[in-house]
């Protein structure tokens, strides 16, 4: 199993970023893939996740109205769109797959078997 995280960069606050995460060695309709991120110093923290066989999609509250995930199975492709960065938004983003949703531990890392090696996002001020 692999994920890849790609799309990251630097950029104005204000402005926007679209990160992909492509998966193989599983089928991406059988599983819930969530985004994390990883400022310098700080622990990882989740950011978005779909729970799209329950129709439930969660976002941290520092990131709802900003940010939105989204999937093509076909593709086997997650996506973050990410609009109105700002310098806080700077971080590793990961995306992490797992074969349960594990409903109120969504956000824990510890409920995601498999992890992308990240990918860096800038913002500057």
Not at 82 to 92: F, G, I, W, Y
Not at 103 to 113: F, K, L, N, P, R
Request: with cysteine.
């Amino acid at each position: 199993v692999q994920l890849v995280e790609s799309g990251g960069g630097l950029v104005q606050t204000g402005g926007s970023l679209r990160l992909s995460c492509t998966v193989s060695g599983l089928v991406l309709q059988n599983y819930f893939v969530g985004w994390f991120r990883q400022a310098p110093g700080k622990e990882r923290e989740f950011v978005s996740v779909d729970n799209w066989q329950g129709g439930d999609i969660y976002y941290a509250s520092s990131v709802k109205g900003r940010f939105t995930i989204s999937r093509d199975n076909a593709k086997n492709t997650v996506y973050l769109q990410m609009n109105s960065l700002k310098p806080e938004d700077t971080a590793v983003y990961y995306c992490a797959a797992d074969r349960w949703f594990r409903g109120t531990h969504y956000s824990d890392t510890s409920s995601y078997e498999y992890w992308g090696q990240g990918t860096q996002v800038t913002v500057s001020s």
